[in-house]
Structures are given as C-alpha cells and as structure tokens.
C-alpha cells in the first residue's frame, strides 16, 4: 500500500494571482493537500505572464502560472457578480484553508474577509499574503510585488555597488516566494492548532515582514557598527568575493583563519601565513584586490568553474560555481534530486517548459509526479457538482450567463 501523503484531506481554496500565495500552495499541493485555484473567467494575472505558450485548451499559459500551477484544480468564477460570490463563500464552508492574495483590503470588500468567513466556518484556517499586512502599517493600502519588499527591507542598498543603480530582482521574485514560505509554515502551524482546539485563526504575512527576516544581516551588521557610507566600498572582516575561472566565475567565502591557511597552501602561497598583512579578515578583504586575487585567478585560469569550486571544497573551502541557466540545466545534483520538472508542450515546441520541483524530500512518503497545471476552469462543473450539489443544468446556466467559466469543449 503506497503511504498517503502528508497533507492528504487537507483542503486550500485559493483566491490566488502571481507568485506568492500560488508558490505556498503548489508547495501544500505536493506534500498532498486538495488546492482549488479561484479565477476569474479571463484567468488569474500569472496566466498572461510573459513568456508564454499555448495549453492543450488552445488558451495562453503564462510563465508565471506555469511555475506554480501544477497538482491543483482550477474553478473559473465572476467574483463581480453576487451569484459568483455566494458560489465561492459556500466552498469555503467546506474548505479546511482559504489562501488569498487579492490585493490590501479587496477580499474584505467583495465578502470574503477572515471575519466573515470564518463566522459561517469556525474551523477555517485563513492564509492572508500582503505587502505590508493587514491594518497596522502606514503602508497597508500600497499595492506589493516581490520588488516592493526587497527595496524597503534594505537588502538593495546593502548590494547595491558604489556608484551603481541597484540590482532590482536579483533572485527572480524572492519576495514573493520567501513569503509564500512563511506562508506555509503558518499554514501547518494553524492547522496543528486547530487539530488542538477545533479553531480555526488568520495568518496574516506581510512580504515586508518576511524579507526582513530573511534579510536579516543587513539592520544586525548594521546595529553592531558594520556600516557603510553611500557609494563607498563596504569593508567587512572576511572574504566574500568572485573569481574568473577558464569558462566563467566562482565564488569564494573565507571567514575563518583556518579557511585562509587552507587557501594560501592550495595556491602555494605558505609564506601568506606569517604576514601581517594577512593577519585577520580585514587584511583578507583589503589585500583582495592585489594581492589574493590574481593568485586565485592564475590559478583558476586552467580550470571550468566547476572543477575549480570542486578542488576548492575538496581543500575544506566555501565555493561554488557561478552557473548560467544552462548549466544549472545540466547539473547532475538537480537531475538526481528531481529539481527541474518538465511541463510537455502542446503548441508545436519541442523543448518542454521547465518548472522547479518540490524541495521538501521525505524519507517514508513517496515523491509522486506533478501533475500539469489546470486548464481555465477546467474543474467548474465537477467543484459546483460535488462541493454545492448544483445539477449539470444549472451549472450550463451559470456559465451562459457569465457567472462561472466552462473549459472550451
């Protein structure tokens, strides 16, 4: 008998666009949970993404959608419209979690706010992604994306090189998927509660909130004297650098005297041991420029970017290869662990789209395929069947009328 997934019975109704409330949910989806993804009949925003491709309904998929998509259902419903409204609020008496990310105050005004919902369904673990969280900010009414959040926790002036603009999304949206992580631990928290008390409760997570937590060192260093003025170089008291290699760069960190013993000794470099110039990381990080680097990089000259990050680790030292997305492609670790995941494609293509696969490795439940992102809509008839008893008439009625959408026959 296969072993039954984590979250299995688990219940997510998602009113969900873009990125953040979509990652926490695709992660929920593949540890086993039932996620309904609520749309509106043109499509939740990520699905006119660019890039994008044709899906087998002959509608347009976009990059974004495709990336979180996958293992969930898809219900197409006219949230304007007071019938497609009353539809959504008699799912969510039968859901376990409703996730949201509709925009500051927009599930409040449409009457699917935490205190209305949870009124006709005490049990009901509310997930709430916002900019800046619910009511307490002065910025609460500010429309969000993962940019929004990577600005203001700092981390952008923290890299941002003297003289030069900041680097904007350096990490894709990692606003938006660092919060949908927080997301989900407080999802698991919730549900571990309610299983305790039979009660359900909001999690509220703001992106602000999130990225200061994962950006952490930028206000510690900064409270603990390490500062920097504007358009000059920050010095800190270790290494944390990049070198050029024969095919591309690596990076490098050493922190501790040990690493740079190791170091001077693989580059051949022993006499670097007794001189002062080298005596701590402050020496390190200014004797970088003329001194370690061009030895490092004459070294390096003979050697990929991987092979040189590999003796580097084999020496007991912190580096790695800077790879391009081709690389990351061929790189035998993500074929192992099963971290690029193909999604087929049905517009004439040959190179299928890639998609990230699930992270979270369990040793005594199995990793199960990902099932292809839903088609628009294409679970309305089954969802208002099953969950609201409506018959196949009734369902054909709504749609004509535009209150909820059908998938093209």
């Known amino acids: 008998m296969t072993e039954p997934l984590p979250l299995a019975g688990v219940r997510v109704l998602a009113l969900e666009q873009m990125q953040a409330v979509p990652f926490a949910t695709q992660l929920l989806a593949r540890l086993g949970a039932d996620v309904v993804k609520v749309e509106p009949l043109s499509g939740e925003s990520g699905r006119a993404a660019q890039p994008a491709m044709i899906d087998g309904s002959g509608r347009r998929a976009g990059a974004t959608f495709l990336r979180y998509g996958s293992g969930k259902r898809s219900i197409a419903v006219d949230l304007k419209d007071p019938r497609g409204r009353d539809l959504v609020v008699g799912l969510a008496e039968r859901f376990d979690v409703l996730a949201e990310n509709l925009g500051p105050g927009r599930a409040d ?58 680097i904007l999304n350096p990490m894709g949206g990692l606003g938006d998927t660092g919060t949908g992580l927080f997301g989900v631990i407080g999802v698991l928290a919730a549900l571990a509660h309610r299983t305790r008390t039979g009660k359900g409760q909001l999690v509220d997570i703001a992106m602000l909130d999130s990225m200061l937590s994962i950006s952490d060192v930028v206000t510690n260093f900064w409270s603990m004297g390490l500062r920097a003025e504007p358009d000059v170089e920050r010095r800190v008291p270790y290494l944390l650098t990049s070198f050029r290699c024969e095919d591309g760069w690596c990076v490098l960190q050493v922190s501790r005297p040990h690493q740079f013993e190791r170091l001077a000794r693989l580059l051949g470099h022993d006499e670097w041991l007794g001189d002062e110039r080298f005596a701590d990381g402050w020496g390190w990080h200014d004797h970088w420029p003329d001194t370690i680097r061009p030895a490092v990089e004459e070294w390096a000259a003979r050697f990929g970017m991987r092979d040189a990050a590999g003796h580097l680790a084999d020496a007991g030292l912190v ?82 009328e535009g209150v909820v959408g059908l998938p093209p026959e």
């Open 109 to 166: 005004r449409l009457g699917f706010g935490f205190e209305a919902l949870a009124a006709r369904n005490p049990r009901l673990v509310y997930l709430s992604i916002s900019g800046f969280g619910r009511g307490a900010s002065p910025y609460a009414h500010w429309p969000a994306y993962a940019s929004v959040a990577e600005a203001m926790c700092g981390a952008y002036e923290y890299a941002r090189r003297p003289n030069q603009p900041p």
């Open 319 to 400: 580096a790695a290869p800077c790879y391009r997305a081709e690389d990351v492609v061929a790189d035998p670790h993500v074929a192992k662990r099963r971290m690029l995941v193909e999604i087929p494609r049905s517009d004439g293509v040959e190179q299928p789209v890639l998609v990230a696969g699930n992270p979270v490795k369990l040793s005594a439940v199995p990793e199960l395929p990902d099932q292809r992102p839903p088609y628009l809509g294409e679970h309305t008839a089954q969802l208002l069947t099953d969950e609201l008893g409506l018959d196949g008439s009734t369902v054909t009625g709504l749609a004509a």
